[in-house]
């Protein structure tokens, strides 16, 4: 307890006239006192609020990391292991998995940071998982993504995606296909294919299983020739983050 909550402490002694007792114990007029005595110290003294409100938001970080910590382990068979959406070297010693939306704008900004992470550093593997939440067209570019990865071009086609400027639609997926370089026919009828449909109904199943809200959502881990590595702790980033951030993870699981 610091300082201040000491003197708070003090100042409701003070007022009971005896230790601080338990609600129950103390009268209508000796509560009124205190609520006024507290809400006196706190107006007086708001920065005392800002430092409770950091430490709740620091317990609840940490209980959320605990959990995610726990759920990746729980999953990490179907975490780490994609053979269709995969970048950079595909038995990395450290394993970024990245769950994401093409219609996501955050998303979208981390491309060009998760793009140039594979590039400096060739122990990195990046799995993709596709994970459309926001609608319609959302569902059919995750298609169209994971249908190009049965021709190879996963990567072309992903990126032809996130760096589209047109609102999404059917148009403008085939139109990133074509740009891609794919197999038009071969695309569309993959795209209605049992393994597109049993990737993305796995993915769905995998990210309520991590209980994910929303995207982008990021794990880090320690991977040696592709498998994960319980000893070391992984790390789950529930948004977007600076390049440097996710480089300092990057280094301590290849640690």
């Known amino acids: 307890m610091n300082i201040k909550m000491l003197v708070a402490a003090g100042l409701i002694s003070s007022v009971i006239g005896a230790p601080v007792m338990a609600a129950d114990a103390l009268t209508a007029p000796q509560k009124k006192e205190v609520e006024q005595v507290v809400h006196d110290y706190l107006v007086n003294n708001p920065e005392v609020l800002v430092e409770v409100s950091q430490a709740l938001q620091q317990k609840q970080q940490q209980s959320m990391q605990e959990q995610a910590t726990s759920a990746i382990s729980k999953n990490a068979p179907q975490l780490f292991s994609e053979k269709l959406a995969v970048n950079g070297n595909p038995n990395g010693s450290v394993t970024m998995v990245e769950f994401f939306d093409y219609q996501c704008i955050h998303c979208k900004k981390m491309k060009p940071i998760v793009n140039e992470l594979v ?5 990195l593997r990046v799995i993709y998982k596709e994970f459309p939440i926001f609608g319609k067209n959302s569902e059919v570019a995750s298609k169209a993504a994971l249908a190009a990865a049965m021709q190879g071009k996963y990567m072309a086609m992903h990126n032809a995606l996130l ?4 609102k999404l639609d059917e148009a403008s997926i085939m139109a990133a296909a074509k740009s891609a370089g ?15 449909k049993q990737a993305l109904d796995a993915n769905r199943k995998l990210a309520e299983s991590m209980n994910l809200m929303g995207t982008p959502a990021f794990i880090v881990a320690s991977t040696p020739k592709g498998k994960f590595n319980a000893n070391i702790k992984p790390a789950f980033i529930p948004g977007a983050a600076s390049e440097e951030a996710l480089q300092s993870l990057i280094s301590k699981a290849g640690k």
């Open 119 to 123: 590039k400096k550093d060739k122990n």
């Open 163 to 166: 760096t589209q400027e047109k």
């Open 182 to 196: 794919l197999d038009m026919s071969k695309l569309k009828k993959d795209m209605n294919s049992d393994t597109v």
